[in-house]
């Protein structure tokens, strides 16, 4: 088993800054990359930034400049700090994890169960 535990939601007023966990365990081989997502009410998921286990950084334009992803290997654990927060970042973020269970293992997606940000004033 592999779970991903999330942390660091909350509300946030507009200017404001919140940092985001996501911490992997379980039967863990290999971490290939970790990433955080997002969906807004009524809209489909996408993809906020993603983090390979040598550091190679991928963000999407509407959050480059003010969110920054980084991963810690030891701790399987990726962070997203988030600054400058406005209303349109409200979503329920999820964390997604690509990795190995085993040595003969391919390589598998895995996600967290989402945590609220709500960016209001």
């Known amino acids: 088993q592999v779970q991903l535990v999330e942390s660091g939601g909350g509300l946030v007023q507009p200017g404001g800054s919140l940092r985001l966990s996501c911490a992997a365990s379980g039967s863990i081989f290999s971490i290939n990359a970790m990433g955080w997502y997002r969906q807004a009410p009524r809209k489909q998921r996408e993809l906020v930034a993603s983090i390979t286990s040598g550091g190679t950084t991928n963000y999407a334009d509407s959050v480059k400049g003010r969110f920054t992803i980084s991963i810690d290997n030891a701790k399987n654990t990726v962070y997203l700090q988030m600054n400058s927060l406005k209303p349109e970042d409200t979503a329920v973020y999820y964390c997604?994890?690509?990795?190995?269970?085993?040595?003969?293992?391919?390589?598998?997606?895995?996600w967290g169960q989402g945590t609220q940000v709500t960016v209001s004033s």
């Open positions: 997604k994890s690509d990795l190995r269970r085993s040595v003969l293992d391919r390589i598998r997606d895995y």
